[in-house]
């Protein structure tokens, strides 16, 4: 099956500072992803969705200025946590979409921890 | 926006015997129904989905039931096995491969 990467798998980072997370479909040109934070022991959150050369659409709640959602090109998709907090650790994890034509498919990543402290 | 409920949050069945899971949503205009297994800190996997035209689906062991009327699905799993144990999550969503919106989740304990 297709194949969708996240890098990093995991991250520690000082409180205040940024971190980028990067979703990639390696096999398949995803004009769309989606983005999910997980809590420990919670469900899978959906953030925002992220659409190749336009602005990502985010759930309510999310703070668009906060996780900043790059998709520059059909393969990659970046999730910037911005001034992070350690309320902000979580498990988070991207999911993209196989092209049209048939029937589309839904990939995940592997999901990338992030750690504040 | 779809809100999906799910229950129960913990289930422990023995070894052989049928677990269900149970899950209800609120937006009628969802079409599609996939679970998830989930192993802890790992990516979901799919392990069966439904359309809303059909009523149920089967695959060996696994099976999902919809109720659109109801809006209500749920999944079942017979003759369980340890290594069925995982965190399951039910989600629904307005069409394959769109964004998806999951349930509580289900941490399901088979025991040898």
């Known amino acids: 099956g297709a194949v969708v990467s996240q890098h990093p798998s995991w991250v520690i980072c000082k409180s205040g500072t940024s971190v980028k997370i990067e979703c990639r479909s390696l096999?398949?040109?995803?004009?769309?992803m989606f983005w999910y934070r997980q809590f420990p022991k919670q469900s899978l959150m959906l953030m925002a969705t992220s659409n190749e050369g336009s602005k990502a659409t985010y759930e309510q709640g999310v703070e668009k200025d906060k996780f900043l959602i790059n998709h520059a090109s059909l393969t990659l998709s970046t999730l910037t946590v911005t001034s992070a907090h350690p309320e902000d650790s979580s498990f988070y994890i991207c999911?993209?979409?196989?092209?049209?034509?048939?029937?589309?498919?839904?990939?995940f990543g592997e999901g990338s921890w992030l750690t504040v402290v | 926006g779809e809100n999906v409920e799910q229950h129960p949050s913990t289930l422990s069945v023995q070894e052989g015997d049928s677990a269900v899971i149970k899950c209800t949503y609120s937006?009628?205009?969802?079409?599609?129904f996939p679970w998830y297994k989930q192993e802890l800190g790992k990516r979901p996997q799919l392990i069966i989905d439904i359309r809303s035209n059909v009523g149920e689906k089967k695959d060996q062991r696994i099976a999902v039931t919809l109720n659109k009327t109801a809006k209500h699905f749920s999944l079942h799993i017979t003759e369980t096995q340890p290594e069925d144990s995982a965190v399951y999550f039910c989600?629904?969503?307005?069409?394959?491969?769109?964004?998806?919106?999951f349930g509580t989740g289900t941490s399901l304990t088979v025991i040898p």
């Open positions: 999911s993209a979409r196989t092209p049209g034509g048939g029937g589309n498919t839904i990939y």
């Open positions: 096999d398949f040109q995803a004009t769309t």
């Open positions: 937006d009628s205009a969802s079409n599609y």
């Open positions: 989600a629904a969503s307005l069409y394959v491969g769109n964004q998806f919106y």
